[in-house]
C-alpha cells in the first residue's frame, strides 16, 4: 500500500546514455512532481503536472523530459546524461491548493560516471 | 528570486533539550509554510504545516510564524536522539501553481 513509489531505486549508468525514471501514487492526487537533491541535499523542483498538463517547468536542461501518461503517473527521461546529472530524485505528488501537503516517494539515486 | 534560508548547522542539543530551527524567506505574498523531516537516506516528510501568524503545537512540535519577519520556526521539545535529521523549512509562494521552494536545510543532532 505504498503511496508513491519510484523505480528505480538505483540507478548507475555511463555518461551519455538515456535512461527513465518511473513514478506511481495511489493517493488519488491530481498533481504530482520532480525534484533534484544535489549532493549538498539542496532539494529542488524541476517539474510540475496537475492533471496531466504541465504547469512548473523550472530552468532544466531539456535533456530531461517529463511525461505523464495519466493522473496517478509521472515519468522523467534523460537524454544524454552528464557527471552533473547524479542526484537523487524525488517524486511527490499532492492535491492541487496552497494547503496540500506534498508526499514524497522514496527517491531514485542516480550515479553517472 | 524568491528565497528561503535556513543555518544548514549542524544544531547539536543533547538529549531532552529544546532544539530550535529557524527559516526566513523573502516573498512577502507567501502563504503557506512547511516543515519537513529528512532522515539521512530517507525521503523529506511532513511534521508541521503553518497558515497563519502565531503558534501551533502537535506534540512535542511547535511551529511558529512571523509574517511581518517573515521567519517562520520549528521548536522541538524533549529531543530525543531519534530526532537527529535534517529539518527542511518549504514555503508556498502562492500563485495558480503552488511551488513550494525549499531551504537547504538545519542538520539536526541530538546527543544522548
Known amino acids: 500500500d505504498t503511496a508513491v513509489s519510484q523505480t528505480p531505486k538505483y540507478l548507475v549508468t555511463q555518461m551519455g546514455n538515456d535512461k527513465s525514471i518511473k513514478c506511481e501514487q495511489n493517493?488519488?492526487?491530481?498533481?504530482m512532481y520532480w525534484y533534484k537533491q544535489d549532493s549538498k541535499k539542496f532539494l529542488k523542483i524541476m517539474f510540475s503536472?496537475?492533471?496531466?498538463?504541465?504547469?512548473i517547468n523550472e530552468t532544466v536542461p531539456n535533456r530531461f523530459s517529463p511525461k505523464s501518461p495519466d493522473k496517478a503517473h509521472l515519468n522523467l527521461h534523460i537524454n544524454s546524461l552528464e557527471l552533473g546529472d547524479s542526484a537523487v530524485y524525488f517524486c511527490?505528488?499532492?492535491?492541487?491548493?496552497?494547503?496540500?501537503?506534498?508526499?514524497f516517494g522514496p527517491g531514485t539515486r542516480l550515479l553517472v560516471l | 528570486q524568491k528565497e528561503v534560508e535556513q543555518n544548514s548547522g549542524p544544531l547539536s542539543v543533547p538529549e531532552g533539550a529544546i532544539a530550535s530551527l529557524n527559516c526566513t524567506y523573502s516573498?512577502?505574498?507567501?502563504?503557506?509554510f512547511f516543515w519537513y523531516r529528512q532522515y539521512s537516506g530517507k525521503s523529506p516528510e511532513l511534521i508541521m504545516s503553518?497558515?497563519?501568524?502565531g503558534d501551533k503545537e502537535d506534540g512535542r512540535f511547535t511551529a511558529q510564524l512571523n509574517k511581518a519577519s517573515q521567519y517562520v520556526s520549528l521548536l522541538i521539545r524533549d529531543s530525543q536522539p531519534s530526532d537527529s535529521a535534517t529539518y527542511l523549512c518549504?514555503?508556498?509562494?502562492?500563485?495558480?501553481?503552488?511551488?513550494?521552494?525549499f531551504g537547504k536545510g538545519t542538520l539536526l543532532t541530538v546527543n544522548p
Open positions: 511527490a505528488s499532492s492535491r492541487r491548493g496552497m494547503k496540500e501537503t506534498q508526499y
Open positions: 493517493l488519488g492526487h491530481d498533481t
Open positions: 503536472y496537475n492533471n496531466k498538463e504541465l504547469i
Open positions: 516573498d512577502r505574498g507567501s502563504q503557506s
Open positions: 503553518i497558515y497563519s501568524n
Open positions: 518549504a514555503v508556498n509562494v502562492g500563485g495558480s501553481n503552488y511551488k513550494l521552494t
